[in-house]
């Protein structure tokens, strides 16, 4: 029988602004119910939380530990030297922890929030000389630089600030998603709407978490994220998290290029929508592609019933990162779809026509966003 | 003996499959036919023990009157230009089996016909006595002609026909050229002596050598003579393909060498300064053909008709460095066409397409075709020229041994190798580079960026052939002093011969 190439190209329908604002408006989950995406989002989700776990536990190492070491030649090792640790290390037996650094990049660079304000703040800007003072008088080489370059190291504390914040942002969610994954096998969750309810359910416990951060110079303790700045879990980390490696996300796909002199990339970071609700997931395992290495990580820690559910599919093992990521983008919407739940202005059951019209307002800002989105991923 | 047992074996294989006992099922046939060309694969590797490689002339030859009253004698020698060439037809026939699956209609027959045409090839390439030579090179036709139009593309009619006609006028012209030879020298001679001035006129050589030129232009091809070759590749099926540009065409090359320049050494070099014109218009003619295609097989097949019109150029020079030149143009010619044709099968048994304007993003790690697309790239970097690879080495050797002879028409075949890295790296580009896609676009980039392509994967198995293939470009590239070793001594003395008379 010869191939007809039509055969072979599968497509889902996208979901309209309306649509999903309707959804969103109406209780009901963006991802539409099945067994088999219950399967997918709960596995792929507790391969991420056991990832998170380690992203998390390295990037708040790196940050006490590292802090300012101008050469961190074993910042992904946790501190552990042993010999065996760094040949396992350098055969690659390990995590993928440049993904992580590639968030926090991202974070660090689009820079919304709470917590890109404190940064610019004279608040911080007191603390990181403090620090400084501190640092140079036992490194020459900061002494050095110091006064050559005045703004360098202030940066350097700004990029230790966001990776420790988002290292306790993965902790809270690396357990979200492991209680999830727990909660599935007793029976408590069973439908998608059970997801993104756990999932907003832990948002919401920990939305008012203080995100604090200090470091220890010469027995001297620093703080770099004080308490008094009032930094918290969801609106100072969670949001512009979400902002930046959700939605924004940087212009890398891995299979297009663009000129950007051309402007095919907005001179306005706030209109890109490159980040994981956009991204396609064919470029998978590409060079240079960070999403990639995610995909890894996660096929390392991915739970056997999904694993076998991946093989019965397509090309069995042969393609299961780009299975994987599918399965990560629905996972991801169902996240979106309960930080949208959680952070809706009034409850859904309001009779109030403001507070209707306030979430009906609410809920067309994301629903215009998503549409650009991934949609299609949606569709049982 | 061991000759004919170079032609024993496929022919009696050919009856074996065709005679086999029973119901046979496809794969015992093709099994059958694999084991009978291994044989003959073997037996070919053996001739290369007993061949002596200083040795110039025709070696392990084997005499028999057939029919002495008509001149044809069954006389089979071997030697540095008919060695290799007889390796490459052991080896792309036995590919030509292996690659062959999932075949629905009359395997019997199919497989017969392939036994049948390779040793027909076989035939023609030792023959020693014209006639013979003619028989054999009649033999492979109806075969050929069987398995485009049985088991071709849905246009098979139309190309097997185009093909039969086309190939049937060069078997008219040669065999007028032949039996010309008798009627003007007034014997029946059709041995593999020189023909020189003082057997026949310098007019009576041209008036032979002209009609052999032409009937083998349209089997090598040479522009415009090439018109069938296009159509026959986009109908064949691809071992079909790999057995036509790899072996098939050499026909047409080796008896250009062997009857054209070898038979008429003073005609060949009075004509030779219009032949080697006729070489680089064919090569620019073929490179800009291919440029112009969309389907990958008809570029494949286009750049066949370029990278031949360099064996013709050599042939022309006639320099014992541009004869090497040429020898080795077959066989890396052989290898790669073959295993661009190969290549370009797989994507089409996969995708059901060889649209360039459709196919895109092959080389996707997980969901695309990427060991095909890495052995493309291979190949089409061979075909390049680059270094390193057995295109290099034959075109450096037919351009180092023409320059000094006819440097125009050299200098405007290099462009026409510099215009296969256009058309390869179009090819490249288009199929292999970007979002996979094997679809024509709809013109919104966002539904085509969302459309999920469920290609089968490429087995090892499937693509076994073509790295073996890829390993013999390699080989030969980073150590050409294997086949030049074989052919040498052979290339040199034909050289010499038309050095002597020009």
Known sequence: ?????????????????????????????????????????????????????????????????QFLNPVPVFKYLDGDLSPAKIWRHLNHDRINFEYAEYCQKAMFWHGTGG????????????????????????DPLLALLNPLFPGFLPELIRSAATTHALGQFWRVMSDLFLDLARAERSGQVS??????????????????????????????????????????????????????????????????????????ISPDQAQFAYGALYADPLPSMGAGIPPSLLLQDMYRHLPEPLHQWYRQRTRGEGDVRVKICMSFQKSMFCVTNAAINGTMPHPLSTTDPQQQAANAAYALAWAGRLAAGRTDCLAA | MLLSSLLLIPFVGSLVVLLWPGGPSPQRLRLVTILILVAQLLVSLGAIALFDPTAPGMQLQELHAWVPGIGLDYALGIDGLSLPLVLINAALTLVSAVITR????????????????????NGAFLAENLLLFFLFYELELIPLWLLISVWGGANRAYAATKFLIFTAV????????????????????????????????????????????????????????????????????????????????????????????????????????????????SVLYGSLAAIGQTDMKRMVAFSSVGHMGYVLLAAAAGTPVA??????????????SALLFLLVGIVYRKTGTRDLQVLHGLLNPEKGLPLTGSLMIVAVMASAGLPGMAGFIS??????GSIGVFPLATLLSMV???????????????????????????????????????????????TLPAIALAAGVVLLGLWPASLGHLSEAATTAMGLTIGGVA
């Open chain 1, 1 to 65: 029988m010869p191939v007809i190439s039509a055969d072979l190209v599968h497509v889902e329908p996208s979901l309209s602004c309306d649509e999903l604002q309707r959804r969103l408006l109406s209780g009901q989950t963006l991802l539409a119910e099945s067994s088999d995406h219950l399967l997918e989002v709960v596995g792929v989700l507790e391969s991420y939380g056991e990832v998170l776990d380690a992203y998390s536990l390295n990037l708040i190492y790196q940050a006490e530990h």
């Open chain 1, 115 to 138: 917590l890109d304000a404190y940064l610019d703040g004279e608040a911080f800007a007191a603390n990181c000389q403090a620090i400084i003072a501190a640092k140079r008088r036992r």
């Open chain 1, 191 to 264: 439908t998608i709407a059970h997801v993104v309810d756990f999932i907003k359910d832990g948002l919401v416990a920990a939305a008012a978490n203080p995100i604090t951060y200090g470091v220890t110079i010469a027995g001297q303790h620093h703080w770099v994220l004080p308490p008094e700045a009032g930094l918290t879990f969801l609106v100072d980390v969670a949001v512009p998290y979400v902002e930046a490696v959700f939605l924004r996300g940087m212009p890398f796909l891995g299979t297009v290029s663009f000129n950007a002199q051309a402007q095919q």
């Open chain 2, 102 to 121: 999932d075949i629905d209609k009359r395997p019997r027959i199919y497989f017969a016909m392939l036994l049948l045409i390779s040793g027909a090839v």
């Open chain 2, 170 to 281: 060069s078997g008219m012209l040669i065999l007028g050229a032949f039996l010309g030879l008798s009627l003007l020298t007034g014997t029946v001679d059709f041995s593999l002596t020189p023909v020189l001035s003082d057997r026949l006129t310098i007019g009576g050589q041209l008036l032979l050598l002209i009609p052999l030129l032409i009937g083998f232009g349209i089997k090598i091809p040479l522009v415009p003579l090439h018109n069938w070759l296009p159509d026959a590749h986009t109908q064949a099926s691809t071992p079909l393909s790999v057995l036509l540009a790899g072996v098939l065409l050499k026909l047409g090359t080796y008896g250009l060498l062997r009857f054209g320049l070898q038979l008429f050494p003073e005609a060949w070099a009075r004509i030779a300064p219009a032949l080697a014109i006729w070489a680089a218009f």
């Open chain 2, 323 to 336: 004869l090497l030149g040429a020898v080795f143009q077959m066989v890396s010619h052989g290898l790669i």
């Open chain 2, 395 to 400: 075109e450096f050797l037919v351009f180092r």
């Open chain 2, 416 to 462: 026409g190798s510099g215009l296969t890295a256009v058309y390869f790296l179009l090819l490249v580009n288009r199929a292999f580079f970007g979002r996979l896609a094997i679809t024509p676009p709809s013109g919104d980039a966002q539904v085509d960026g969302r459309l999920d392509v469920r290609l089968s994967p490429v087995a090892l198995r499937e």
